[in-house]
């Protein structure tokens, strides 16, 4: 079955920190991965999508890696802002219009 | 929200009763889906369009019917809802032709919230 798993469920930091996000991922086969942004009451909005051939891709002060061997990705934030505090979550494709599968997401709390 | 709107935004209503949620989108995209989102699991795919009268089951589809019968609108109905079917519904979509391109990303609406008693 495909799966994917993140890390950790939820995470507390202090604005201007930086924070890792993890995503493993079983899914095969492998199309690409994305990361969304989802804010409180709001749809998942995307911040990258990595294919097979892709190891990082930016997006700001995000950066989304991709180890293909391992089946892992990581979302970086760089020096976080109030305006960060969201869930994130990793979803990995398969291939064709119905082939997502979502991850649970990271709560990500960003204290003044 | 990329031209996508649902409606209604938030409902309440009783066990037995049907409901229908609307998805609207004004981007021309292939494809339309339909999620919900509940605490402890990931969006899950309910169903989901592939053109006009073109639909196809996803995940959790039992208790759900879906119609699309223009391109911009695709109408998800509970027959008989249930509190089981109490959560928060997404719209989505994707396959917009740029160029000689099909891209996939998807983009997701406002989000319905809906509370079975």
Known sequence: ?112 | DAGITQSPRHKVTETGTPVTLRCHQTENHRYMYWYRQDPGHGLRLIHYSYGVKDTDKGEVSDGYSVSRSKTEDFLLTLESATSSQTSVYFCAISGKRTGGTLLYEQYFGPGTRLTVT
Not at chain 1, 33 to 53: A, C, E
Request: charged share 15%; proline share 4%; hydrophobic share 30%.
């Open chain 1, 1 to 112: 079955k495909n799966q994917v798993e993140q890390s950790p469920q939820s995470l507390i930091i202090l604005e201007g920190k930086n924070c890792t996000l993890q995503c493993n991922y079983t899914v095969s086969p492998f199309s690409n991965l994305r990361w969304y942004k989802q804010d409180t009451g709001r749809g998942p909005v995307s911040l990258t999508i990595m294919t097979f051939s892709e190891n990082t891709k930016s997006n700001g002060r995000y950066t989304a890696t991709l180890d293909a061997d391992t089946k892992q990705s990581s979302l970086h934030i760089t020096a976080s802002q109030l305006s960060d505090s969201a869930s994130y979550i990793c979803v990995v494709s398969a291939g064709g219009a119905d082939g997502l599968t979502f991850g649970k997401g990271t709560h990500l709390i960003i204290q003044p």
